[in-house]
């Protein structure tokens, strides 16, 4: 992967001499997303813990966005690419392009919470100057964490099934056809949004990685740096039912509006929840996370401090944000190639 990075600088040019760029001189590119884009729990804060501009989005350095930037930084595509990175976490597509957002960081918030934030594309100022936009998001609309806590309330159960929940669903609850088919609808409608606000950028979509397992028996239940009490069947479920339903969804909707696919996907099979600390790229229910990040889930008997761990909720650690943002930084240059 460096060395198609690199190839694809010399073909973009000449490198740009250090300090020589200018605003007009650079590429614009805004990162727009989830909690798979802001980082969460991975490098530093961003704004730093105790900045008057900190927003709860829960923005961080280690997170894809703020890699690719380096990268770039060292290796010019031709001319130097500023970052606007208004990605935020528990963000669903609806808070991409239509409706604000809460935020609901736990890091430190403020006495009467966090105030409301502006959809993404108003924060990062699309427009008709603007180079590429990348967008990882849809999680959080079907909504995924909560069918994980769901699973895991019902997986502690005798005979609970959280696939026969949201398969056959209790009255007021989205059954899972439903709630893919009306993400792929919010998906065409943002977009359709996102096009009209920056008519001239390359759009690059970002899919979820393998955060389950190829074979559920490869989690143990007793286990919540994995995925805790959640069936086997259940894991299985999620995976193909839900998680590559959602990226095919995604897929799709993007191919249909011709832009860029990013397939994290396949690259991170075998480095899932389940697997030994070394190889995965995804924490469990608990896992590893900087000192700022709470060991506690609020409103819930959920306590990874008893196991000396921190509320990771199925979410990238550094491994899983290095892969993500390898290949987002080579669409991004074969973008820039292209314009």
């Not at 909720?313 to 240059?333: C, D, F, K, Q, S």
Request: net charge negative; hydrophobic share 35%; glycine share 10%.
């Amino acid at each position: 992967m460096r060395a198609l990075a690199v190839g694809l600088v010399l073909a973009a040019g000449a490198l740009v001499p250090a300090g020589s760029a200018g605003a007009a001189d650079q590429y614009q590119w805004a990162a727009l997303g989830d909690s798979y884009t802001a980082g969460g729990f991975v490098g530093d804060p961003q704004p730093a813990l105790g900045d008057a501009s900190r927003d709860g989005c829960d923005r961080t350095s280690g997170a894809y966005p703020g890699l690719v930037e380096r990268e770039l930084d060292e290796f010019p595509p031709g001319k130097y690419v500023h970052l606007t990175n208004v990605s935020c976490g528990n963000a669903t597509i609806d808070n991409i392009a239509d409706t604000r957002q809460t935020p609901i960081s736990p890091v430190q918030p403020p006495a009467d919470g966090w105030p409301a934030v502006d959809p993404q594309i108003q924060r990062a100022n699309l427009n008709d100057q603007t180079d590429v936009v990348t967008i990882g998001v849809g999680g959080n609309s079907l909504p995924f964490g909560g069918m994980l806590l769901k699973c895991l309330e019902l997986g502690a159960t005798l005979g609970g099934s959280c696939r026969e929940y949201y398969t056959d669903p209790p009255a007021g609850e989205e059954s899972i056809q439903a709630k893919l088919g009306r993400v792929q609808d919010e998906y065409v409608n943002m977009l359709s949004k996102v096009h009209e606000a920056a008519p001239n950028a390359k759009v690059i979509t970002v899919g979820y990685p393998a955060v389950l397992p190829q074979e559920a028996s490869a989690c143990n239940r007793l286990s919540l740096t994995e995925l805790g009490s959640i069936k086997h069947a259940d894991i299985d479920w999620l995976r193909d039912d839900v998680l590559k339903r959602l990226n095919s969804t995604i897929q799709q909707v993007s191919s249909f509006f011709g832009d860029r696919y990013v397939d994290i996907y396949s690259s991170s099979v075998g480095h899932d929840a389940c697997q030994p600390a070394a190889t995965k790229w995804v924490e469990g229910i608990c896992g590893d996370a900087e000192d700022y990040w709470p060991t506690k889930l609020t409103g819930t008997p959920l306590n990874c401090g008893l196991i000396q761990k921190r509320v990771t909720l199925v979410h990238p650690n550094g491994a899983g944000y290095a892969n993500t943002a390898a290949h987002v930084e080579r669409a991004i240059r074969i973008a820039l190639l292209e314009r």
